[in-house]
Nanobody, 123 residues
Framework: QVQLVESGGGLVQAGGSLRLSCAAS????????MGWFRQAPGKEREFVAQ????????GYADSVKGRFTISRDSAKSTANLQMNSLKPEDTAVYYC????????????????WGQGTQVTVSS
């Protein structure tokens, strides 16, 4: 059974940093594209970042480009999201997801999801 479990969320002041981690079933991280999405109250789930199976190719939403960095550690079966220079508008529940689709940026393309972790950025 595929399992994705996020951790690392919390409360941080604007300008601060957080590192999210997604622990996945061992075979997932090395064979699937991994993505991070977020959903703020009253808004649709939106794409944040994705990383290829090899870890060589990454993609980011314009709103986080230059501030967030996605990475993966196949040895530890984790996919991570380093978030720097956080803004109040980054406040949301962040979800880890996995897909076989290369370069996927649409939530519907992802087959597996974690339960989410709350990130709150205070002004």
């Amino acid at each position: 059974q595929v399992q994705l479990v996020e951790s690392g969320g919390g409360l941080v002041q604007a300008g601060g940093s957080l590192r999210l981690s997604c622990a996945a079933s061992g075979w997932i991280v090395g064979t699937y594209t991994m993505g991070w999405f977020r959903q703020a109250p009253g808004k649709e789930r939106e794409f944040v970042a994705q990383i290829s199976r090899s870890g060589i190719s990454t993609g980011y939403a314009d709103s986080v480009k230059g501030r967030f960095t996605i990475s993966r550690d196949s040895a530890k079966s984790t996919a991570n999201l380093q978030m720097n220079s956080l803004k109040p508008e980054d406040t949301a529940v962040y979800y880890c997801a996995a897909t076989r689709t290369i370069g996927a940026r649409i939530a519907g393309e992802y087959a597996y999801w974690g339960q989410g972790t709350q990130v709150t950025v205070s002004s």
